[in-house]
């Protein structure tokens, strides 16, 4: 694959791969050109550690859509959705996958991982 020499040609160090469904809907192929490239991915979303990328970093979709839920039950009961504020997240969480982290042969600090959401083993 072209794109992964190129970066290999480069001694990139790590990926940050962007949230994108086509990215998501080939993360297999994605993460194995990776693992096998030895490189750690970081991403948004805790779906891909639990899918086999190093780590995550980004909003907790759980808290999002309970939020929406409360900007649902306001509309229900009668609240102009124009009226309503604009929220941003406000609740991340960091998910690291050490077993990932233990076959590329990284040591993660126990600083960092006493500062994780969740750990992967």
Do not use: C
Not at 47 to 58: C, F, K, V
Not at 76 to 88: C, H, I, S
């Amino acid at each position: 694959m072209p794109a992964v020499s190129h970066v290999i040609q480069e001694k990139v160090q790590a990926l940050y791969v962007v949230e994108d469904p086509i990215f998501f809907a080939h993360r297999t192929t994605l993460l194995n050109l990776a693992s096998a490239s030895r490189l750690p991915t970081i991403h948004e979303l805790r779906r891909w550690p639990e899918a086999s990328a190093l780590m995550s970093y980004g909003p907790d979709l759980h808290d999002l859509f309970r939020r929406a839920a409360i900007y649902v039950d306001r509309i229900f009961k009668g609240a102009k959705p124009a009226d309503l504020p604009v929220e941003q997240p406000t609740k991340f969480e960091l998910v690291i996958n050490l077993k990932t982290a233990n076959a590329l042969g990284l040591d993660i600090s126990a600083n960092l991982l006493a500062i994780t959401d969740e750990v992967i083993e």
